[in-house]
């Protein structure tokens, strides 16, 4: 299975209108880790997790398959040789990385993408024994009843035939996905940000189905879409709360 690239033509985008996860997740992760020596961000897009990470453990190898994302996470990095996170050019299935090097593998976002089978090969590889992998997504967002039913039909209606295949797994809070490890039971957590409109729009423009449906008809349906918004947002400064449900899955090697 080749590497399919989505993102790199919007990797700035991805920088500036993607929600954070909580806190709490890393924290988590982080005490069900028996050594904190080594951490792999994996699928790092701009290198979101890989910062979070990095006060858990001594060293975070952030990688991504897009040069283009590696090379954007690594610019906002603050440069010293201090730092604890290293950023690659390299695929899941394909890491680099040695055997049994690992305490923990995270994968936010991206589980959907990879070879699974190839990949849970090369997490058994690089894995300390004991170690932990964590994957987790998220779908659609929730503000308030009339944004959300605009929203729902550009999703499913305006841009739902351009999805990629894969997005059925995440729509699906990745419950498809099996892998031959130990699972573990997990907390529920759910991610949420803080927009004005300009913000909301900034982060439906990072949709790879958006891409997708532009390359095909030449027309970008979001201008509608946010023309629509606006007329039920109000003031388009307003500050409105925004939340996704996180679907986690942790298991133990």
Request: net charge negative; with cysteine.
């Amino acid at each position: 299975m080749s590497f399919q690239d989505h993102f790199s033509s919007v990797s700035e985008g991805y920088q500036q209108y993607r929600p954070d996860y909580p806190d709490e997740l890393f924290y988590h992760l982080a005490h069900v880790c028996h050594e904190h020596e080594c951490a792999w961000d994996c699928a790092t897009g701009t290198g979101q997790s890989a910062r979070a990470l990095a006060p858990y453990f001594d060293r975070v190898i952030a990688t991504d398959g897009s040069e283009a994302q590696v090379l954007m996470a690594a610019a906002n990095e603050k440069k010293g040789s201090e730092s604890k996170l290293i950023f690659k050019t390299a695929t899941a299935e394909r890491s680099g990385l040695a055997d049994h090097s690992v305490d923990l593998i995270t994968v936010s976002q991206a589980a959907h993408w990879f070879d699974l089978e190839t990949f849970a090969n090369e997490v058994d590889r690089v894995l300390k024994p004991g170690g932990i992998l964590a994957i987790w997504c998220y779908s659609l967002l929730n503000i308030e009843d009339d944004i959300n039913a605009l929203v729902n039909h550009f999703y499913y209606d305006v841009v739902g035939p351009y999805w990629p295949f894969e997005r059925k797994l995440v729509e699906n809070g990745y419950r498809d996905i099996q892998l031959p490890f130990t699972e573990l039971a997990v907390p529920n957590y759910q991610m949420q940000a803080s927009w004005n409109l300009s913000q909301l729009v900034g982060y439906f423009s990072t949709w790879s189905a958006l891409r997708l449906y532009i390359e095909a008809q030449g027309t970008n349906p979001l201008d509608e879409l946010a023309t629509k918004l606006a007329t039920v947002w109000g003031d388009p400064e307003q500050i409105r709360a925004i939340h996704w449900p996180l679907s986690l899955r942790i298991w133990q090697n």
